[in-house]
């Protein structure tokens, strides 16, 4: 982005200079979002021009097509890579004090059902140990080739690591009544961390002990169908807290 913004900067004032009737139109349009590309400006100018909007003299060399169409298309595709997409999501990581990790991504608090459930091969209190040094990052990976072309959210097991140590695999599962009972019970809350009484009882776990959680915001971004990552958002009054979690898989292995 800062190769774009720069790149505009430069290019612009050279093909377009700054007339009075130019700024004055800039001042009265609506602020708009900026382009992702060079290519979407020289689009919107060409679309103002035939509207009836500001025009160049066209004795100007800045504004004959020979110099501007050539050098705009070859900007564009050098600095206009791909951009991922990203979104807010709420991510809750649970679990019974002597069981397995969950996580569970929801995208609005009020569904019960979430997109996406994991059962984590790591303990609670390891994941707690983890988590006091401010640094936390779980790597999930398929290599299997049957899965090549399976939705990524949608493979049942993965290979996982925290922090670089391998720890063994982690499962996709299904929300039960217990979770879906559970996540109704903290609908109310969209960020916080705490202990909620015994009562649920999954996985391994036992009704009879109590649940930690942890909930917060994620960005969720999609980088391309062969990866994912959800990045905790930290609250303005509790920094420091760096949590991601990468679902990753080889991305050759639907051509094999």
Avoid at 36 to 55: C, F, V
Avoid at 87 to 112: A, P
Avoid at 203 to 219: C, D, L, P
Wanted: glycine content about 8%.
């Amino acid at each position: 982005m800062a190769k774009i913004d720069a790149l505009r900067r430069f290019f612009l004032p050279c093909f377009f200079p700054p007339t009075a009737t130019t700024a004055t139109a800039a001042s009265a349009a609506p602020k708009k979002r900026l382009s992702t590309s060079l290519r979407d400006d020289l689009e919107i100018s060409a679309s103002t021009t035939a509207n009836g909007g500001p025009t160049h003299d066209q004795d100007s060399p800045a504004t004959t097509p020979d110099s501007v169409t050539p050098k705009f298309v070859t900007a564009a595709a050098i600095v206009a890579p791909p951009r991922p997409s990203k979104t807010m999501v709420i991510g809750t990581i649970f679990g019974h004090r002597r069981g397995h990790v969950w996580f569970c991504v929801q995208q609005d608090r009020l569904r019960n059902k979430p997109f996406l459930l994991l059962e984590f091969p790591i303990l609670t209190h390891q994941l707690v140990n983890e988590m006091r040094f401010g640094l936390v990052r779980i790597a999930l990976e398929c290599n299997r080739v049957e899965l090549g072309l399976c939705p990524l959210r949608s493979i049942p097991i993965w290979a996982m690591s925290c922090n670089g140590r391998k720890l063994g695999f982690a499962a996709k599962k299904k929300a039960g009544d217990s979770i879906r009972s559970m996540l109704k019970t903290m609908q109310s809350t969209t960020v916080g961390a705490g202990v909620m009484p015994s009562g649920f009882g999954f996985g391994s776990g036992s009704k009879t002990e109590e649940v930690m959680y942890m909930r917060a915001n994620y960005e969720h971004v999609v980088g391309s169908a062969d990866s994912e990552s959800f990045h905790l958002i930290n609250p303005d009054e509790f920094p420091g807290q760096e949590l991601s979690i990468f679902l990753l898989r080889s991305p050759n292995m639907g051509n094999q």
